[in-house]
Structure formats: structure tokens, C-alpha cells
């Protein structure tokens, strides 16, 4: 079967709305490749990348992506780049996607990947393609380039809801005898058992996002819900994702009060935790973020679900609440360039890595 695959300005946003669900009915592409994200990405920042599609010889689509291009700042001076699924803005593509990739119909990814490859190799206005978040050995590498560096890798640490069922829902037994104490003493700080889970609705997007975002302030050097174009982002994803239940707004509170809310996205008997944020700690030894992941994962355990993830991140509270991890990547693919050259030379020279 021949594939063609070409790039082009959308103008008209509801047909590409339909164009996507309708391949992504087809297809297998993880949460971040879905209508569900990209339209609340389109929506909320008001960017508009170039379609890549990739159609058979009866003109159906059987992969999409959207492909960003800007001048982005490197060692020796800004380069041309293509940014795939994201702009190439750092404020626009804060939401940071993940399990990145082409949205395929099932069963043509790899044809669909190799179509993709050659309009992109073909193309002469790009020196670095960015790939972020995309698994590790993904096809989307064997695009020809003078070099291809892998600039970070992250765990996507999780929890397998399996397994906490074969332990009769004894969450804490599967954790580091660590991790178990720290828990059980900060429940003990709030009074006995995990805090209670309350699931939002549409009525408590407004008011929720508004306790997340103060409850975070101050909390990071570089806080995404310091940004307003952030906040409408998940304010939008949610209001979107709520009705279909791609999106979960949880609140854990107890006699105490709130302990903590959860922004989670939910596909294929996957909960996956997006963003959070914590009530201060009672004691000095209180763990609230602890709690409300582990009341995470008995809601979703009791719901047949079978992985809790924490997505991609190298902190260690996320490392000691799992049970199992998998890896997402970052990778710059250069093309010749004498500006690259130098760059690289002096990095060498330099000892620099290619994320610094």
C-alpha cells in the first residue's frame, strides 16, 4: 500500500477536530496524541503548528501529527528547528508532552512511520527536529541525521493495581518498609485512615483549580500554575475530558480538611496523575502527598483499573510509591550545519552535555 505524506496550515478547526477523532478512533496512540489533549492544546494557547498527514492512495488518513517550527536558542545562536506535537515556544509547550509520537491507525504505524521519516527528511527549512517524550528505540530515530543526542531521560514510575488486588488491596505491603512508615505515621497524624477521595464535576473545575493553584504558590522556582496560558490549559482539558472521563478531578480531605487534589487522565485501565497539589504538612513529619497517592491508588485498584501512573519525573517520592517503571526520552536530531559543527566541537572541548 502507498502511502503519501504531506504538510499543511489547518485554517478550520472543527474539521480538524473530526479528521482526528476520526483516525483516533483507529488507533491505539496514547492519551497525549488524542483529541482529548491536542484540542485543549490548540485551544487554550491559540498556536497553530503545520498537519503532517500521512494518507493512503484512497486519500484516508493514516497518521497525524502536528509539527511546530522556530529559530530555538542553542549553544552558538538560534537554529532552525521542528518540534514534533509541540511549537518550539518553551512557554507554550509548558504542558510537556509525553508518550509522544505519530496518532497511526492500528496496524499501519510502522508504514505510517516511515512515510512521516521521508516528508520530513525532505524538507530543507530545519537543522535540530526535537522529539520529547517519545519511548525509548522509537521508530521516529531512524531519520537520517549527522547526529542524534539524547538530551534527557526520565522514569515513568508507576503502580501495577494488579498486584495490589492479588494483596487483598494492602498497597503499603508492596512499598519499601520506608515508605510503609511514612505513610502509616502520617496517617496516624490525621487521624486513622487515608483521607477521603471526592470526584469533581464540572461545577468544581473552577473552584478546584483555584485551591491547586494556591496551594502550589511559592512551592517551585518555576511554577507552571504561576502561568495563566498553563491554567487554562488544564482548566480546558478538564472541561473537556469530565464528560467522557478521559479527565478525573479528585480531593482527598478528612476531619482536618483538604489533604490534597489530584488532576489525572484516564485511558485503557490507566489512571495517570498529570498534576497535584498538597496542603502544608501538620507535623513535621506529615506526608499529604503520600496519602493522597495512596488513596489514589485504592480508588482506582477498587475500579478494576489496571495501572496507577505517576508519569514522567525523577523525584523520589514518585520512585518509592511504585511498583513498577518504565522510560520516556528526549532527543535533538541534527542535521549538518557548520554552526552544529562548532557547537559540537566545543561542547567536546568543553565537556558540556547536549542538555546543558
Not at 480538611?257 to 513529619?285: E, H, I
Request: net charge neutral; glycine share 8%.
Amino acid at each position: 500500500m502507498g502511502l503519501t505524506a504531506t504538510f499543511s496550515l489547518p485554517t478550520d478547526r472543527s474539521a480538524l477536530a473530526a479528521r482526528w477523532q476520526a483516525l483516533e478512533a483507529r488507533s491505539d496512540a496514547s492519551f497525549f496524541l488524542r483529541w482529548t489533549w491536542v484540542g485543549a492544546w490548540l485551544d487554550s494557547y491559540g498556536v497553530r503548528p503545520e498537519l503532517l498527514a500521512v494518507t493512503d492512495e484512497n486519500g484516508q488518513d493514516v497518521a497525524l501529527a502536528l509539527v511546530g517550527h522556530a529559530m530555538r536558542p542553542r549553544l552558538l545562536g538560534p537554529v532552525a528547528t521542528l518540534s514534533l506535537n509541540q511549537s518550539g515556544d518553551p512557554v507554550i509547550d509548558r504542558p510537556y508532552v509525553e508518550y509522544n509520537g505519530l496518532l497511526a491507525a492500528r496496524g499501519q504505524e510502522v508504514a505510517a512511520v516511515a512515510a512521516a521519516i521521508d516528508a520530513i527528511a525532505r524538507r530543507r527549512d530545519w537543522r535540530v527536529l526535537l522529539l520529547s517524550g517519545i519511548v525509548p528505540d522509537s521508530p521516529l530515530l531512524g531519520l537520517p541525521s549527522r547526529r542524534k543526542l539524547r538530551v534527557d531521560s526520565s522514569p515513568v514510575y508507576q503502580v501495577d493495581l494488579d498486584a495490589v488486588r492479588a494483596a487483598d488491596g494492602d498497597y503499603l505491603s508492596l512499598l519499601s518498609s520506608n515508605t510503609r512508615s511514612q505513610i502509616r505515621r502520617a496517617m496516624k497524624d490525621h487521624g486513622g485512615p487515608l483521607p477521603d477521595v471526592a470526584v469533581g464535576t464540572l461545577d468544581d473545575i473552577a473552584p478546584w483549580l483555584d485551591e491547586m493553584a494556591a496551594l502550589n504558590m511559592g512551592r517551585h522556582a518555576d511554577n507552571a500554575w504561576d502561568d495563566q496560558g498553563f491554567r487554562q490549559f488544564v482548566a480546558t482539558i478538564a472541561a473537556r475530558g469530565l464528560p467522557s472521563g478521559a479527565v478525573e478531578l479528585l480531593r482527598f480531605a478528612d476531619a482536618g480538611g483538604a489533604v490534597g487534589l489530584l488532576v489525572n487522565f484516564v485511558q485503557d485501565g490507566q489512571a495517570m496523575n498529570y498534576q497535584s497539589a498538597f496542603a502544608q504538612p501538620r507535623t513535621a513529619k506529615d506526608k499529604p502527598g503520600l496519602l493522597c497517592h495512596a488513596a489514589a491508588v485504592g480508588h482506582y485498584s477498587a475500579q478494576d483499573f489496571r495501572l496507577y501512573s505517576l508519569l514522567a519525573g525523577k523525584d523520589r517520592y514518585k520512585q518509592s510509591l511504585s511498583t513498577r517503571e518504565e522510560a520516556l526520552e528526549w532527543w535533538h536530531v541534527e542535521r549538518f550545519s557548520p554552526r552544529l559543527e562548532a557547537e559540537a566541537l566545543a561542547r567536546r572541548i568543553l565537556k558540556r552535555p547536549a542538555s546543558a
